[in-house]
């Protein structure tokens, strides 16, 4: 193991990068949004473990920030995905496994009566908009401040390069604030098109917040009563909390929903689902893309979904994030130290109290990492069907050298 990062591959690879790509990588990847001493580039990947391209090995529980859900390289995905490559992959037009992946969504999600498939998550919450847009006639779309919903210039967090005519008919209300959206959707005055929510509250940073279930009943009353569509955003979340789509655990059903991420096990897929009321909005649109037909993320995600409710992953997940969650109480009182943890056991976040600028968690995910696992300090982080008991607990003990970490701060 490189105790010297600076003279590390990785090291090299960052200055390589640095010169032919813009900033060395883009967005969330990039190296000056990473914790001290964490690796930009990895080698490879099996289960829950990760290996750096200096060969140091990790307990993962970032889980590719939310695709690899079975664990990585899962041996019934990469079967399909190999047997449908065989076959063929981007060919002139779709494979029948568009046809099998569409009935078992449409099976699986209860407010679906339809779906179309992408690439990324922005292509599916862009293509929900368009579709809300294109079934009502109206402009205006209800955004929650500070909620993630993708890349594209109507909801991308950087201003930069983005025209105020983008963000033209953009309104935004606070999440779980049933007043603040009765707000905005006042002030849309006729115009609503649809309001879009994320499966909980994940702003980076901060702690997560379930959803309050009166105020999604809410939200489901506000587009009922105008005709807006609600678009449910569980592109982070989708297939982990609940194979229904993740406001089955809260009773409210959506009218259209984005999902991406986990969906084929870290294969590129993204899904819109909606009901009925939208299905005709969604033939008129124009959309695809050059990929968006491919076979081969189609099988895997056939593979991937028929494996999570074979063994219930989302029960699974929840099990292994409860026993993190106890761990990781206990280690902290045991070390004195304050500590929030908080959103669903299967994508929990850690906060350190008193720890405005993330230096303290910060230090935690330092020291974890050298004990060998992989923590975030301030984005949700991701259980996987592939976390044993035992890769918890391994990650336990690093966690507890995070915190001996903290508690030498002072
Ligand atoms: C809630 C949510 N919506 C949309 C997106 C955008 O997905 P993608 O990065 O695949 O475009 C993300 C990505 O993290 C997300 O978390």
């Not at 407010?111 to 079934?135: M, P, Q, S, Y």
């Amino acid at each position: 193991m490189p105790q010297d990062r600076a003279n590390s591959i990785d090291a090299d690879l960052r200055t390589r990068a640095r010169n032919v790509i813009p900033g060395g990588l883009w967005g969330h990847l990039n190296a000056a949004n990473l914790p001290e001493g964490y690796p930009q580039f990895f080698a490879s990947a099996e289960g829950c473990r990760l290996r750096d391209v200096d060969g140091r090995e990790f307990v993962d529980l970032m889980c590719a920030w939310g695709p690899m859900v079975l664990g990585y390289r899962h041996p019934s995905v990469e079967e399909a995905a190999h047997r449908q490559a065989e076959q063929g992959d981007a060919m002139n037009g779709p494979g029948p496994v568009l046809v099998e992946l569409a009935e078992t969504l449409v099976g699986m999600i209860p407010h679906a009566d339809w779906c179309l498939f992408e690439k990324n998550g922005t292509d599916a919450t862009t293509a929900c908009v368009t579709i809300a847009r294109a079934g009502t006639g109206r402009r205006k779309v209800l955004v929650a401040r500070g909620s993630y919903h993708g890349a594209a210039p109507w909801c991308t967090p950087s201003l930069a390069g983005v025209t105020t005519e983008d963000r033209a008919h953009i309104l935004h209300f606070d999440y779980n604030d049933a007043p603040s959206l009765q707000a905005a959707a006042e002030a849309a005055k006729g115009d609503l098109a649809a309001v879009i929510v994320t499966a909980f509250r994940h702003d980076m940073g901060r702690d997560l917040e379930l959803p309050d279930p009166d105020f999604a009943r809410n939200a489901r009353a506000i587009c009922d009563a105008t005709g807006a569509a609600l678009i449910l955003d569980d592109v982070r979340a989708g297939f982990r909390l609940h194979l229904g789509g993740s406001w089955e655990t809260i009773g409210v059903r959506p009218d259209l929903a984005a999902y991406s991420k986990a969906i084929a096990n870290g294969h590129a897929l993204a899904a819109v689902t909606g009901n009925d009321a939208f299905r005709d909005a969604a033939t008129r649109i124009y959309t695809t893309g050059s990929f968006w037909c491919a076979a081969v993320p189609m099988a895997a995600a056939v593979a991937t979904l028929a494996e999570l409710r074979r063994m219930d992953g989302p029960a699974h997940m929840r099990a292994m994030g409860e026993r993190l969650h106890s761990g990781l109480d206990a280690l902290a009182a045991r070390h004195g130290i304050g500590i929030r943890q908080s959103g669903p056991p299967q994508m929990p976040l850690v906060l350190f109290d008193d720890d405005p600028d993330w230096r303290l968690g910060s230090a935690f995910c330092a020291a974890a990492l050298r004990a060998g696992a992989y923590f975030h300090p301030k984005h949700n982080m991701f259980l996987s069907c592939a976390h044993a008991p035992a890769d918890i607990d391994l990650a336990l003990q690093a966690a507890d050298a995070g915190f001996a970490a903290v508690a030498r701060m002072g």
